[in-house]
């Protein structure tokens, strides 16, 4: 009695054999070798790419921005000037400086477990293999990683990128002008300090 071989069991004449061994250094594995890559993941273009999570994820940018409004920045400043001038070695420390470390942190913080609970609609969402939470530790990392490969899964959602790197952007730029502004008005004491040659 003869039992009829498969592709890949020993004794085939299948040009696959081997079909349970790792594939070479350098070899790509075809579709239906174990750890096998596999084919591309299917577009579900009736798939919602959109979650509250990421959106919440996109204006964190602004958010982040509203820190500046606890902190006076002449003051702090001015601290900094006075600790210099008794030779202190010390950093200023305020309130106001302590409450927005406390905000950033609580932003990262909230950034990391919204990016969690995006990854989870997205599945449940029939999303095949969203990109991995984790990479929310390095912020834009997740934004910019999630909008590429939903795109390629479902045709769309990129949108709560694009407001994430523009809120990102006027986030700089409205803090560069409000630092500058505090600094063009304390840079005069110190020339005034400094003493001429």
């Known amino acids: ?39 591309p993941a299917p577009q579900r273009t009736d798939a919602d790419p959109s979650t509250p999570y990421m959106w919440a994820i996109a204006v964190t940018p ?12 002449s003051s702090y400043l001015d601290e900094s000037l006075r600790l210099a001038e008794a030779g202190s070695t010390a950093a200023p420390s305020s309130p106001g400086m302590l409450l927005a470390q406390l905000v950033s942190w609580g932003l990262y913080a909230l950034t990391v477990v919204l990016a969690f609970f995006d990854w989870r609609a997205l599945k449940r969402r029939g999303v095949d293999r969203p990109f991995a939470w984790p990479w929310a530790f390095l912020g834009v990392v997740y934004v910019i990683g999630r909008a590429v490969v939903v795109k390629r899964r479902t045709g769309r959602g990129v949108a709560p990128m694009v407001v994430y790197l523009v809120l990102s952007v006027v986030s700089v730029v409205v803090s560069v002008i409000i630092v500058g502004a505090a600094l063009a008005e304390f840079l005069p004491q110190v020339a005034e300090m400094t003493p001429a040659p």
């Open 62 to 73: 602004l958010l982040s921005l509203l820190t500046l409004a606890f902190v006076d920045i």
């Open 1 to 39: 009695m003869t039992f009829p071989s498969y592709p890949g069991q020993p004794g085939s004449d299948d040009p696959r054999q081997g079909l349970g061994q790792q594939p070479a250094y350098g070899q790509q594995p075809w579709a239906g070798q174990p750890n096998s890559y596999g084919p």
